[in-house]
């Protein structure tokens, strides 16, 4: 189902903006940038996952409370990945984003991961890049010139005192885009389809991916604006995005995905994109299936089983 090399010189975006039916080629995706090797969501981290090779960087976005987008996957700076100033590690619950100016936020560093802690034992190959500090969506899009930005919008239904309003964050990306000129290149994905939606209504040419995970899908009145659904996950996906002129993606969780839904979602016209996928074994799995592309916190892992599955890598970039 992959297409010949030459077409690596596509974006991620624009293989999922192309209406080429089911001969898309796969599409590598760096989670939080590569958060197994390098500082998540930071510039730094972006800079080194492009020099493995890789399609996309994924990343979540935030908004300070002057109203800039910046990249953190949570709405509150995180106890095991934040100092402050004077170098200690911040209590937690740490401060929420949207109650700080970008100015008291870049006052974080954010570039190492507290020793002893889950974090550290669950990445522990990961590279310190002391100073790094919780970049503007701006300054990444400037950072990552010849790739996509996947951008989630971090919205929160179930808490939505943590965050701006989904369409508010929505405008925030595109403002931030627009002003960097990146617009080729950005999708957007989120659980909480509600930004989704106003997207499709302000920039219907922007191409989407619909995540979905066990709440979202337990409640889907308030993540999906969906009072129920009485066919699959997939199809509500497929629904959500009709008439699109792009192929929408559907980002499950690969624990949760079957091969028979991989291919009954792609009959439906969706690109299959289960996140996050670290371990070779569940990449082959998944690969061997046909999904359309992975988000992993691996990239180099992923790249050595694309080698053996016989697809075609993305250059290096830097």
């Known amino acids: 189902m992959v297409c010949a090399a030459v ?30 090797l390098f500082p998540e969501n930071t510039v730094e981290g972006f800079a080194a996952t492009l020099a493995l090779g890789v399609d996309s960087v994924e990343l979540d976005v935030a908004v ?9 996957h949570d709405p509150v700076l995180h106890g095991d990945l934040t100092r402050g100033a004077d170098g200690a590690w911040i209590a937690e619950p740490g401060p929420v984003i949207r109650s700080l100016t970008l100015a008291e936020l870049q006052g974080y560093d954010v570039g190492r991961i507290r020793s002893g802690s889950r974090q550290a034992a669950l990445f522990p190959d990961q590279v310190a890049v002391d100073g790094a500090r919780v970049p503007t969506l701006e300054a990444v899009f400037r950072a990552t010139a010849g790739v996509t930005v996947d951008a989630e919008l971090k919205t929160l239904p179930d808490r939505p005192e ?19 000129g990146a617009g080729g290149r950005l999708v957007v994905r989120s659980f909480d389809w509600r930004g989704l939606a106003h997207l499709r209504r302000v920039r ?6 619909w995540l979905t995970a066990g709440d979202g899908v337990a409640r889907a009145d308030r993540w999906w604006g969906l009072p129920g659904y009485a066919d699959s996950v997939a199809a509500a996906v497929a629904g959500a995005a009709a008439g699109a002129p792009w192929r929408p993606g559907w980002a499950p969780h690969f624990k949760t995905l079957g091969e028979e839904e991989v291919s009954a979602a792609q009959a439906m016209g969706l690109a299959v994109l289960p996140w996050t996928v670290n371990e070779a074994a ?13 988000c992993t916190d691996r990239p180099d892992i992923a790249r050595a089983v694309m080698v053996a599955a016989g697809l075609p890598l993305p250059d290096p970039v830097g």
């Open 7 to 36: 077409c690596r010189n596509l974006t991620a975006g624009q293989a999922l903006a192309s209406a080429a039916g089911m001969t898309q080629r796969f599409i590598l995706s760096g989670h939080r940038g590569a958060r197994g």
């Open 64 to 72: 300070t409370a002057d109203g800039v987008a910046v990249v953190s």
């Open 162 to 180: 943590l965050t701006v309003s989904p369409e508010s964050m929505a405008d925030a990306v595109l403002r931030a885009a627009d002003a960097t």
């Open 204 to 209: 219907p040419a922007l191409p989407l991916v």
């Open 282 to 294: 569940d990449m082959a799995r998944l690969i061997g299936w046909g999904v359309d592309g992975l």
